[in-house]
Nanobody, 123 residues
Framework: VQLQASGGGLVQAGGSLRLSCVAS????????MGWFRQAPGNEREFVAA????????NYADSVKGRFTISRNSAKNTQYLQMNNLRPGDTAVYYC?????????????????WGQGTLVTVSS
């Protein structure tokens, strides 16, 4: 199983990026998915989660109203649309697939992890 994240890059504050994460090796249509991030010198933290059918989502307070998580189960892919980016959003972003239909904000609830994609927001 592999998770391949992409879409990171350098953007000015106020700009937007869309991260993608393609899973390969098996189908994850019945599993929750999520995004986490780790800034330099900080621990990895929760960003957003989506349940198996997209009916439920959850966001960290710091990104609510600016980020949107979505998924396309037919493509085994999840997305993170990031708008109105701030310098504080600078981090390596990791996608993950949960152990069940809903991983929510607990890292231990996720079994598979991508390699990370770097997002840098300049002021």
């Amino acid at each position: 199983v592999q998770l391949q994240a992409s879409g990171g890059g350098l953007v000015q504050a106020g700009g937007s990026l869309r991260l993608s994460c393609v899973a390969s090796g098996r189908t994850f249509s019945g599993y929750g998915m999520g995004w986490f991030r780790q800034a330099p010198g900080n621990e990895r933290e929760f960003v957003a989660a989506i349940n198996w059918n997209g009916a439920y989502t959850n966001y960290a307070d710091s990104v609510k109203g600016r980020f949107t998580i979505s998924r396309n189960s037919a493509k085994n892919t999840q997305y993170l649309q990031m708008n109105n980016l701030r310098p504080g959003d600078t981090a390596v972003y990791y996608c993950a697939v949960a152990r069940s239909d809903w991983g929510n904000n607990q890292q231990a609830m996720y079994r598979y992890w991508g390699q990370g994609t770097l997002v840098t927001v300049s002021s």
